[in-house]
């Protein structure tokens, strides 16, 4: 049974500061790598992919990747208050296999 | 690019009858994704197809649920008979294959009573 964890939180952080969001993944086979983002009653949007080790950055976001810990992060600097929200890490095997999703965590974003 | 489109967005229905949910994927994406989303279980795959084929349906939790997707372009999720477990959000998804994630229509919430 492939698991992807989170923490459920919810991750309180002040506005400004930065958000740290973890991930633990069972299937060593596991290559690529998701985050989410989902308002409330709304569908999941993507923000980034990963697939080597380290870290990759876009905007406010940094993906991490240590596949040989298989834990993956989103930290997102500057939080602001838009930032909460439900963070879903999703992890998928190989080619166009389905993507696996943890539950998610919620981060409040503390004006 | 509308995105991927399902309908309805909301399902009153009572325990004991048929719900079908649609969707429509985004042109040229050849992969579609069905998924319930609970506080409880979070996003669970129910079943996908691959050019229009089913590939694995292991996530449909009963005999109840069938999907078909009969063209590039339609796919179709029907509970038969409904019952209030069911209650929950349902996702349709779409991705072009050896992308990178999928892109989420914007779900059916189901309610039976």
């Known amino acids: 049974q492939k698991e992807v964890e989170q923490n459920s939180g919810p991750l309180s952080v002040p506005e400004g500061a930065i958000a740290s969001l973890n991930c633990t993944y069972s299937d060593r086979g596991s290559q690529s790598f998701f985050w989410y983002r989902q308002y409330s009653g709304k569908s999941p949007e993507l923000i980034m992919f990963?697939?080597?080790?380290g870290d990759k950055e876009d905007g406010r976001f940094t993906a991490q990747l240590n596949k040989a810990s298989q834990y993956v992060s989103l930290l997102i600097r500057d939080s602001q208050p838009s930032d909460s929200a439900t963070y879903l890490c999703?992890?998928?095997?190989?080619?166009?296999?389905?993507?696996?999703f943890g539950k998610g965590t919620r981060l409040s974003v503390i004006a | 690019d509308a995105g991927v489109i399902q309908s309805p967005r909301h399902e009153v229905t009572e325990m004991g009858q048929e719900v079908t949910l649609r969707c429509k994927p985004i042109s040229g994406h050849n992969s579609l994704f069905w998924y319930r989303q609970t506080m409880m279980r979070g996003l669970e795959l129910l079943i996908y197809f691959n050019n229009n084929v089913p590939i694995d349906d292991s996530g449909m939790p009963e005999d109840r649920f069938s999907a078909k997707m009969p063209n590039a372009s339609f796919s179709t999720l029907k509970i038969q008979p409904s019952e209030p477990r069911d209650s929950a959000v349902y996702f349709c998804?779409?991705?072009?294959?050896?992308?990178?994630?999928?892109?989420f229509g914007s779900g059916t919430r189901l309610t039976v009573v």
């Open positions: 999703a992890v998928r095997n190989s080619g166009n296999t389905p993507l696996v």
């Open positions: 998804a779409s991705s072009l294959a050896a992308q990178g994630g999928y892109t």
């Open positions: 990963i697939y080597s080790n």
